[in-house]
């Protein structure tokens, strides 16, 4: 399995502060926002990682990370020349994956739990897509995950004004060699961008989505001024409890 990091975007919401920087490389308590979830793909067993982000900051990016052998990674680079959605630059990593599986995470999500033995259950099936879910108490700015009563997926909704559950999609995905097909396959939303939402339905529509309720603490801390503070407040007591784990380098 491979990894795709996604670290783009103009992020208007958090501004002033991105106005000249990325917001991936805004400090979370003791490190850059990207740590995080370069820390996961190493804790989960992944080393190759592409990273995907805008023309703008990309060097800084470079200069922090470099080859990515500070995480124990094998990472490579990606221009999205323009924002046309999480699925559109998803599409960047086709050759980078190789036929491979890949996991996706977005560079802002921030959580405690350890994916591998998820993944070790998901490589083990042929075909599929594998998405993480947790709880939200207002859905209306996600991606809501509806379940029947047995479990499955039956719809993803995006930004419902009337929500059909509490689950919202985070920022983690898996999925098998053929999503690029998948994603090939969508047209764009009235937005002009290739949505997740569509593509995570396409598996629905195949009948090979998974939906697992994520354990532990997550955070999508990019969304707004507020959420980046409780970020920094959280992971300060986390990094205290130690429960990320061997803290990656942040000296060189």
Not at 14 to 22: D, H, K
Not at 100 to 109: A, K, P, R, S, T
Not at 208 to 233: C, K, M, Y
Request: hydrophobic residues 40%; glycine residues 10%; proline residues 5%.
């Amino acid at each position: 399995m491979r990894g795709v990091i996604l670290a783009g975007g103009r992020a208007t919401r958090l501004r002033p502060l991105t106005y000249v920087t990325n917001k991936h490389l805004l400090p979370i308590y003791d490190r850059p926002m990207i740590y995080y979830p370069l820390q996961a793909m190493a804790t989960a067993g992944i080393e190759d990682v592409l990273l995907i982000t805008g023309p703008e900051h990309a060097g800084s990016f470079l200069n922090l990370l470099r080859s990515g052998a500070q995480f124990g990674l094998r990472l490579q680079y990606e221009i999205q020349e323009e924002a046309g959605g999480i699925a559109q630059a998803m599409a960047l990593a086709e050759r980078f994956a190789g036929g491979e599986h890949i996991m996706m995470l977005l560079g802002d999500n921030i959580f405690t739990a350890d994916l591998r033995p998820y993944l070790q259950r998901f490589m083990a099936r042929e075909r599929g897509a594998l998405i993480f879910v947790t709880r939200v108490e207002d859905p209306r700015q996600c991606g809501v995950v509806e379940f029947d009563e047995r479990g499955n997926v039956r719809s993803i909704e995006e930004k419902p004004q009337h929500p059909k559950s509490h689950f919202a999609q985070t920022g983690i995905y898996c999925y098998d060699p053929q999503v690029f097909q998948a994603i090939h396959s969508l047209v764009p939303s009235g937005r002009g961008e290739l949505e997740v939402t569509d593509l995570n339905m396409w598996y629905v529509q195949q009948g090979i989505l998974e939906a697992v309720e994520l354990p532990g603490f997550w955070i999508d801390a990019g969304t707004s001024h507020d959420e980046l503070l409780r970020a920094n407040q959280r992971v300060a007591e986390l990094h205290a409890a130690g429960a990320f784990g061997v803290s990656a380098p942040v000296q060189r």
